[in-house]
């Protein structure tokens, strides 16, 4: 059975000890499977999903930016059996925590805890896919910490997505056939369920009250192991591949502080993404335009951003200042147009100093312009660089989370050692709840 589990993860890309972490993880889903369903079923069906570390582009995704991404080496590992009644049941293995609920296109999905994720799938899948669709039991086991900023919600959200279109064959039907072509497409669609838009002919529903972009399953499902991957978004594209240098590692704290897009941060972080697209609003609206997003905007004439900055200037909003939204339009197009260019370039030919200065404008932008750091995780990108970190900075949604710094892989633990007892010294509170270990750039998600 280890073998069985272990060399598909393997293959994938993850590294010998990762697999059989994750090999353990399924054993525990497998084994609160077989408790509802008697043994696990010989059609049942193993998925690993990822969550994912956001290397550069802060908030940039739903403004049709770009980003710099690859998968990190933890996530779910979740197996499912298909039923022939359409009624899902969830069991999350580690917490011993349980739902049910129809696959019906009348469901309520309103929860303020993980189960909001995936009967928003099943809401969604039910009104998008027309006839029959068989429901599934499936019983999931995570490393990958929670509402930490590497989209552990997007996660299961995707995880359950994948086991009900493989249960249901989706790949088959015109719906599907008509829209989504690839994994690109698949990532973009999944983002809409979660945000609620329409995508292609698959008309829109109640998402889960968060309007991001599709950043967090584009790295969940197209990152590639040892690759840095920068995308550009609105629509989703890939524009070129990077390789995390071998002989490095990433270093990821946890900061303790919850960044928890069903609880309090849902609101700071839709304020983020409300005011690129009300800086939209005013520039279509003041010009006659039609861009897309903003960041094509931004690019579509040589003057485009000092016209668009002067048109702040000149219309006020009714729920933001002008000085607010000219710094959120400045740390988009500084973060887009330059900053991770110039980092791709620069890790391209090993300048790692100057991808760490990259890095440590990303992060200033952050706090000075974005908005969306909080003393802890500033803390971390800074105690990181002074212990000697090439570079690091906070990554995710924000306003909680965590933080990722790059070192040699025989310097590693070390430094993960002393960047812990640094983090417990400045915030003991936060420490006792924080979370520290070193990744690789991984795999996207499989399915087995």
């Known amino acids: ?166 249960s249901n064959e989706l790949e088959h039907r015109p719906e ?90 849902r609101e700071q972080y839709n304020r983020a993404s409300g005011a690129a697209a009300e800086i939209l609003r005013i520039w279509r609206e003041s010009t006659g335009r039609g861009d897309a997003s903003l960041f094509r905007a931004a690019v579509a004439a040589g003057d485009a951003r000092e016209r668009i900055r002067q048109e702040l200037r000149k219309h006020p909003s009714e729920r933001y200042t002008a000085e607010s939204l000219l710094d959120r339009f400045d740390q988009l197009v500084e973060e887009c147009g330059s900053i991770i260019p110039e980092a791709v370039s620069a890790l391209r030919v090993k300048d790692l100093e100057k991808f760490g200065s990259c890095v440590d404008r990303s992060q200033t932008l952050a706090e000075q312009k974005l908005g969306n750091q909080i003393p802890q995780t ?7 660089r002074r212990l000697g970190a090439l570079a690091a900075s906070a990554f995710g949604a924000g306003f909680g989370g965590s933080v990722w710094a790059m070192a040699r892989a025989d310097e590693a633990a070390d430094l993960l050692k002393h960047w812990q007892q640094d983090y417990r010294r400045q915030f003991p509170v936060e420490a006792e709840r924080s979370t520290f270990f070193t990744s690789g750039a991984g795999p996207a998600a499989i399915l087995f």
């Open 1 to 166: 059975m280890n073998a069985e589990i272990v060399s598909p993860l393997l293959a994938a890309g993850l590294t010998p000890a990762e697999a059989d972490r994750k090999a353990d993880l399924f054993r525990l889903a497998g084994d609160r499977l077989a408790a509802w369903i008697g043994k696990e079923s010989e059609a049942a069906i193993r998925c690993y999903v990822p969550g994912r570390i956001e290397v550069l582009g802060k908030h940039t995704d739903y403004a049709g930016g770009r980003s710099l991404l690859c998968a990190v080496e933890r996530g779910i590992c979740a197996v499912a059996a298909p039923r022939r009644a359409a009624t899902i049941r969830i069991a999350d293995a580690v917490r011993r925590q349980d739902c049910e609920f129809p696959l019906s296109p009348e469901l309520d999905p309103q929860s303020d805890h993980w189960p909001l994720y995936p009967k928003t799938v099943a809401r969604r899948m039910a009104r998008n896919f027309s006839g029959p669709l068989r429901g599934m039991d499936m019983a999931f086991a995570s490393d990958l910490p929670r509402a930490s900023g590497m989209s552990s919600s997007s996660a299961l959200l995707v995880c359950t997505w994948l086991l009900l279109e493989r």
């Open 176 to 265: 599907f056939c008509n829209n989504i072509h690839t994994a690109e497409d698949k990532a973009s669609y999944l983002a809409c369920v979660e945000n609620g838009q329409t995508f292609g002919t698959l008309a829109g529903d109640a998402g889960v009250g968060t309007y991001g972009g599709s950043e967090d399953h584009t790295a969940i499902l197209c990152s590639r192991p040892g690759m840095l991957r920068q995308y550009a978004f609105c629509p989703t594209r890939h524009e070129a591949d990077v390789h995390f240098p071998p002989e490095f590692s990433f270093l990821i704290a946890v900061c303790g502080v919850a960044a928890d897009k069903t609880g309090a941060a």
């Open 378 to 384: 500033a803390e971390l990108a800074r105690s990181a």
